[in-house]
């Protein structure tokens, strides 16, 4: 399929009323313009300098479109809840790419948006989510972490217990950013039917998929298994099985939502993309171990070695840094392979896709 120099109309996007977010937002814009304006690059012919200058200015375009979209969020704060906002936002608003929104939104651009303003919503969830986990985990009765995207953690910065209510605020508030939508779409007239029912449908589906990728069975579970393993000598296999809870549950969800929200969620791809998940979030993982033995500290924003410190086992430790990073080759040169057989993308999108999925797997924080 060849690149269309057509933009991405409000039309095209599906943009109604029914959202936090239904006002004009240059910074969405500007995203996805830029994209569609420089996506022609990502060819054989064009240096890996030029890709990867357009990337990072996507990253930080897409930081101020995602900042953006938290303020809208919080925009009816007041007198009474303002200093729960004030760490809520101290926690969310930092310099981190913001991974997990980001595959939300590449996933659904890469198979052409169904609703834009709905994923933006689950964006926004989503990270929310990954934040009150972080959170949770610095706190002295887990990691013990005092440093986190480079500045003091959550519970450094303003004390224990706030750092637990901040963290419980932000799980609830992502399911009831959700809520809000369904709630809106149901009560609003003026959608046509049929359309009506395949957004709910899919809303159904993503916020099914969050739910459960994030509590009993997903990485609050992880979590819990990291904690209990914590000073046992625990086999490769129960180590893979944590690293799916904590860390590769969210991510599938990410990737998965993405795609819910495309125009072409076919069975194909949708299990190509959880292949392709599934490989990112376990070598997501592995990258961190290897951060937390070789990284530098001013880099990565947090402290090496706490796993060691505080007696976690991990793969890279169990494997060696270099078994690890022959691991996390093949892993890359798989989802490569998947990312190939993906159909019905455009050819620039498609190589874009694949550029992105291969840097941020080379990442040095």
């Known amino acids: 399929m060849e690149l269309s120099n057509e933009k991405n109309s409000n039309e095209d996007l599906n943009i109604f009323k029914y959202t936090y977010f239904d006002c004009e937002i240059i910074e969405r814009d500007r995203v996805v313009n830029y994209l569609d304006e420089n996506i022609k690059y990502f060819i054989d012919t064009t240096n890996d300098k030029k890709k990867t200058e357009i990337l990072e200015s996507f990253f930080k375009l897409f930081l101020d479109y995602f900042n953006k979209l938290f303020f809208l969020k919080f925009s009816d704060k007041n007198e009474k809840n303002e200093f729960l906002y004030k760490i809520i936002e101290y926690s969310v608003i930092t310099s981190s790419k913001k991974l997990r929104p980001i595959f939300i939104f590449l996933n659904s ?3 052409d948006f169904f609703d834009i303003q709905v994923i933006e919503h689950f964006m926004l969830s989503i990270e929310m989510i990954h934040t009150f986990s972080l959170i949770h985990d610095d706190l002295p009765a887990i990691d013990n972490d005092e440093i986190r995207r480079g500045k003091e953690s959550t519970w450094k910065k303003y004390g224990e217990s706030f750092g637990i209510l901040a963290g419980d605020a932000l799980l609830a508030e992502a399911f009831n950013n959700i809520n ?14 049929e359309y009506f029912f395949e957004l709910m449908n899919k809303i159904d589906r993503a916020n099914f998929m969050l739910s459960d990728f994030t509590g009993y069975n997903g990485m609050i579970y992880g979590e819990l298994l990291d904690v209990y393993y914590t000073g046992k000598d625990i086999d490769i296999d129960s180590l893979k099985y944590m690293y799916d809870k904590k860390t590769g549950k969210l991510i599938l969800a990410a990737f998965l939502i993405g795609i819910i929200f495309s125009k072409n969620d076919d069975k194909e791809n949708v299990d190509l993309i959880k292949k392709i998940a599934t490989d990112v979030g376990f070598s997501y993982q592995l990258i961190d171990d290897l951060l937390e033995i070789v990284g530098d500290e001013k880099i990565i924003g947090k402290k090496t070695n ?8 991990t793969l890279a430790k169990k494997l060696g840094t270099e078994k690890t990073r022959d691991k996390i080759k ?15 993308v455009n050819k620039y999108k498609l190589n874009f896709y694949k550029f992105f999925i291969n840097f941020i797997m080379d990442r040095d924080k």
């Open 180 to 193: 809000y939508i369904k709630n809106n779409i149901a009560i609003n007239k003026n959608i046509n039917r």
């Open 306 to 313: 706490s796993d060691a410190n505080n007696h976690k086992l």
């Open 109 to 111: 651009y890469i198979f």
């Open 330 to 344: 093949k892993i890359k040169e798989n989802i490569n392979i998947n990312i190939d057989n993906l159909k019905s």
